[in-house]
């Protein structure tokens, strides 16, 4: 229950969204924090042996992380640094001596990390109390063997949790949910760097989960809308830097879906197009928006449909679409979200490409701007002396 719940806050993006990334970390602060958070939230305790829990809790599995490798000292080099700029001060602007290089306890970490939790928590709620609910979230279900019981209490002891291990997903159908990203045009060479890096962290992170839950069977991908070669053509021009590991997916154990429509994908980029040009007349502007809402609906809806009706049984299946989308799944399928770690560094490098292009335009506009008010000063002095 608290995995899903701290994905649908994004308490780990939050993290890396605030604290620089170590690149000599095998995992970013967001993923470490997070499972600290979780251990806390599960039992409200001071964090003794959090290796043992995480193995019999199976938060190894959900958050991908070795059982070997969470412990102390593994933790204490995860754990952010207090830099000097950040902590060096105490709270009546004395300088606090030691501060500058040293490392926060796992209970400082769990405190604070907790009340961020609760605090997100919080606003979500009182959001939905105004009338304007989150978005969905991944549908984490339970699963069925475990619905007829009572879930355990925050102060349940550890030994008494049954353990979620793959093999009880087995018989399920699995979905492997991987965000997809398209480079900007004429994107630098850091971008195509962490694209790369994120796609060789998917694989990874993929084959892992086929190693615990079985081998994908259906390959579903946004934009695709044919099955076999037609559909890997298409697939080679909507996800040039995926597709190679997608192909190595379909060449091996998997089929290759036809997942989306046609008509309403078109239906949809058309009426986005409209709106972005800037209409005038708020009517039209207002039927541009509710086409466009209507079209990605029944369009997401399709994505959902296409799905409940080739994954069968207990097979796995795997998702490739954007973060955004908008695509309710079946309540019988365990949604699993492959989160590497490269994949926050690569969300902030979009945002940092994003506001320096909207710096860059804004400038534009203003010496274009400048410039037209120069030229209209000569003409006003030619008015006034022919006047």
């Not at 070669?229 to 909507?238: N, Y």
Request: with cysteine; hydrophobic share 35%; glycine share 6%.
């Amino acid at each position: 229950m608290i995995f899903p719940l701290l994905e649908r806050m994004k308490v780990a993006q939050i993290i890396d969204q605030h604290l620089p990334t170590d690149p000599q970390a095998e995992y970013d602060h967001g993923t470490v924090l997070s499972l600290l958070i979780a251990a806390r939230m599960y039992n409200p305790v001071p964090l003794v042996d959090v290796a043992q829990w995480a193995k019999d809790s199976g938060a190894d599995i959900l958050w991908d992380i070795p059982v070997e490798k969470i412990n102390d000292n593994w933790l204490g080099r995860h754990a952010p640094r207090r830099t000097v700029r950040q902590r060096s001060c105490d709270p009546f602007g004395k300088p606090a001596p030691g501060l500058a290089d040293s490392r926060p306890s796992q209970h400082d970490i769990a405190v604070a990390g907790t009340t961020l939790a609760y605090l997100c928590l919080g606003w979500r709620i009182e959001r939905a109390h105004r009338g304007r609910p989150p978005p969905s979230p991944l549908n984490h279900t339970i699963p069925e063997t475990h619905a007829d019981k009572e879930l355990p209490g925050m102060s349940t002891p550890i030994t008494q949790i049954l353990k979620p291990d793959a093999e009880q997903y087995r018989e399920n159908r699995k979905l492997f949910l991987v965000p997809t990203f398209l480079l900007p045009h004429g994107a630098a060479e850091e971008g195509r760097q962490l694209l790369e890096r994120y796609w060789s962290e998917v694989r990874d992170h993929v084959d892992n989960l086929e190693r615990s839950l079985g081998k994908v069977s259906h390959v579903y991908h946004e934009v695709v809308f044919s099955d076999g070669e037609e559909g890997m053509k298409t697939l080679e021009q909507v996800n040039p830097q995926g597709c190679s590991f997608i192909k190595a997916m379909c060449h091996s154990d998997a089929r290759l879906e036809a997942t989306d429509d046609k008509a309403l994908f078109e239906e949809s980029a058309d009426w986005q197009r409209c709106i972005s040009i800037g209409l005038i007349s708020e009517k039209v502007m207002s039927t541009a928006v509710e086409g466009y809402q209507e079209a990605t609906r029944r369009r997401y809806e399709h994505i959902g449909a296409r799905i409940d009706e080739t994954l069968q049984g207990h097979e796995s299946g795997a998702l490739f679409i954007r973060e955004e989308h908008g695509v309710q799944f079946p309540t019988d399928i365990q949604v699993f979200y492959v989160s590497p770690p490269s994949l926050d560094a690569f969300n902030r490098w979009l945002q940092d490409q994003y506001r320096a292009a909207e710096g860059a335009k804004q400038t534009q506009y203003r010496e274009y701007r400048a410039a037209e008010g120069v030229q209209q000063a000569p003409e006003s002095e030619e008015a006034e002396e022919s006047q």
